[in-house]
């Protein structure tokens, strides 16, 4: 069996920014990331700023990422980096996100189905 080079750091990112998006209070931040082009911004500028992890596996194997493989180091940096990068990007986007996706609206404001 032949042996290839994994980024374990991407597949990470990948884990990371699905974490905080649903631990995420507002809704608009996953609609947003919902956009595979504000998500490939996102990633892109993550990977930019974080240094790579990468780990040798065999070819024909699923990877599955072992987060006590990466340093202690590279995960709180990656957490911290995603959390800013999705704050810099919303911010960098806020005119388009308040166009295009809905704020969400509270019960009490809401229209009832109750009147048919």
Not at 47 to 65: G, T
């Amino acid at each position: 069996m032949s042996k290839s080079i994994a980024n374990l750091t991407y597949k990470l990112l990948i884990r990371e920014i699905e974490d905080i998006l649903d631990s995420c209070h507002y809704h608009s931040y996953r609609h947003v990331f919902a956009i595979p082009e504000l998500r490939q911004q996102l990633m892109t500028n993550v990977l930019n700023r974080v240094p790579a992890c990468y780990a040798l596996v065999e070819e024909d194997e699923e990877m599955h990422v072992d987060a006590t493989i990466v340093p202690n180091v590279i995960s709180s940096q990656l957490h911290y980096v995603v959390a800013e990068e999705i704050n810099r990007l919303v911010e960098d986007q806020e005119a388009w996100v308040s166009h295009h996706i809905p704020q969400e609206v509270g019960a009490g404001f809401a229209p009832s189905n109750w009147f048919g």
